[in-house]
């Protein structure tokens, strides 16, 4: 019973977080994604500690974007990361970020005199199958049984309602 309970409760913030995404204020701030990704991983300092993760990120860009929503869809992202790790290795995660030209970038028409961030956050866990690539991100879309991982099944669509 608690560990239903347990399960409802991060149900309930969830669906909170996710309902909050279009909410709040949208206030963008120029700042170091270094900061950003410092503060989502020591949100996340606890399961990196327990799963010995290495987190390597190269030089990142100073960016004008919602701070607290692109934190979180970090520590979305990373979380993922850790939780489908592959058993009995070290869970590597690489960071990175280059420039690239508006043509590059999905649904952008009216951008040629902007600079464009590609952040990468590749890993070496467990992966999925590329024709469930759009199915993570619909809301409470699982490719794994509850027993096989935790999880509501919320954070993917809270990275894609957000950005």
Do not use: W
Not at 5 to 30: C, K
Not at 92 to 99: F, N, P, R
């Amino acid at each position: 019973m608690k560990s239903s309970a347990d399960r409802m409760r991060d149900l309930i913030d969830n669906l909170l977080m996710y309902s909050r995404t279009n909410t709040e204020e949208q206030v963008f701030e120029h700042v170091e994604l270094k900061e950003v990704l410092e503060n989502a991983m020591q949100e996340l300092s606890l399961i990196i500690e327990e799963k010995n993760a290495i987190i390597n990120y190269s030089s990142l860009p100073k960016l004008n974007l919602l701070n607290q929503q692109f934190q979180q869809l970090l520590v979305n992202l990373i979380g993922n990361s850790l939780k489908y790790a592959k058993q009995d290795v070290t869970p590597v995660i690489q960071i990175g970020s280059k420039i690239v030209k508006p043509k590059d970038v999905p649904g952008i028409v009216d951008g040629a005199d902007k600079v464009f961030h590609r952040i990468t956050i590749p890993d070496n866990g467990i992966g999925f199958d590329q024709k469930f690539a759009n199915n993570i991100f619909v809301l409470f879309q699982r490719l794994h049984e509850q027993n096989e991982y935790s999880g509501t099944g919320i954070g993917l669509a809270i990275c894609k309602k957000n950005y």
